[in-house]
């Protein structure tokens, strides 16, 4: 029982120091600032070095004509 015991102390000191950290990365918001601060600068600079990419603002819009 006493091997129990301690096992359960563990899990739920581990359960809730996870429970804990993820409610500070909500409550702050840290998902949400390490996209805008760190992956859309990574991942725009990446799409902005493609070579031949195709503008699709450019591309004209045609609807085919239904008779």
Same mark, same amino acid.
């Given at each position: 029982?006493?091997?129990?015991?301690k096992?359960?102390? $563990?899990? @739920?000191?581990v359960g809730g120091?996870v429970y804990?950290?993820l409610?500070l990365?909500?409550?702050f %918001?840290?998902d949400? $600032?390490l @996209?805008?601060?760190?992956?859309?600068p990574?991942i725009?600079k990446h799409?902005d070095?493609?070579k %031949?990419?195709?503008d699709?603002?450019?591309?004209?819009?045609?609807?085919?004509?239904?008779?």
């Amino acid at each position: 029982m006493d091997k129990f015991l301690k096992i359960l102390k $563990k899990t @739920l000191a581990v359960g809730g120091s996870v429970y804990g950290l993820l409610f500070l990365v909500f409550y702050f %918001d840290l998902d949400g $600032k390490l @996209l805008y601060n760190v992956y859309e600068p990574w991942i725009q600079k990446h799409y902005d070095n493609i070579k %031949d990419r195709r503008d699709i603002t450019k591309v004209p819009y045609d609807i085919p004509n239904k008779e």
